[in-house]
């Protein structure tokens, strides 16, 4: 019988969670400025390559969850039914993608950030996955309104929405450990919205 040969090199996916883990760490000792990628990946245990494998930046470490909810996000937008009123349609997408957030999955940046403060590479790059929220929202209302989703009610629209997303994220980052899942507070951030723009 054939042995079974040993794997080569660590799992894609372990290979980011260590470079995540050793660059938080090291943004905490060090704070983010102060912090090289080369420190990363000495303390990850990976070369260099590996690290831009899977970042752009050394900003992009913070948006691993974000960027895998943004997939999620663009899932759950296609699973509506196309006869859903819009606001319950994205009320439904927005809860079931912030379902999977809850205590054990926090993203660093929300509970963090005083650590890292205002560096403006981080900013841009949290901007950056802002519009892409808001791009995803604003094609499927441009479509549900039968409209083009580079005019301005998708847009405004979707960057409202995007923004109640942004405003309930952060209030439950600091509700503390006893936060729950992050989805209630998304549904109660769109339903105030709703209630603001009269339905």
Request: glycine share 8%; proline share 6%.
């Amino acid at each position: 019988m054939e042995e079974p040969k040993p794997a080569r090199g660590r799992p894609r996916a372990s290979s980011r969670e260590l470079l995540e883990d050793a660059a938080f760490e090291l943004f905490l000792e060090n704070t983010y400025s102060k912090t090289t990628v080369e420190q990363i990946t000495q303390r990850a245990g990976v070369g260099r390559s590996t690290f831009f494998n899977y970042f752009g930046s050394k900003s992009d470490v913070f948006w691993g969850d974000i960027d895998r909810a943004s997939d999620v996000l663009q899932q759950r937008l296609d699973e509506q039914a196309p006869d859903a009123r819009l606001t319950i349609a994205l009320t439904a997408a927005l809860a079931a993608t912030a379902r999977d957030f809850g205590p054990s999955r926090v993203p660093w940046i929300l509970t963090q950030y005083p650590f890292v403060g205002t560096v403006a590479e981080v900013q841009a790059s949290a901007l950056a996955r802002f519009s892409r929220w808001a791009g995803l929202v604003a094609t499927f209302t441009g479509v549900r309104l039968g409209l083009d989703p580079e005019t301005l009610r998708p847009r405004t629209l979707a960057y409202a929405v995007t923004g109640a997303v942004v405003a309930a994220a952060q209030e439950w980052a600091a509700a503390g450990p006893s936060r729950g899942s992050l989805e209630p507070f998304v549904v109660a951030a769109l339903d105030s919205l709703g209630a603001e723009l009269g339905g």
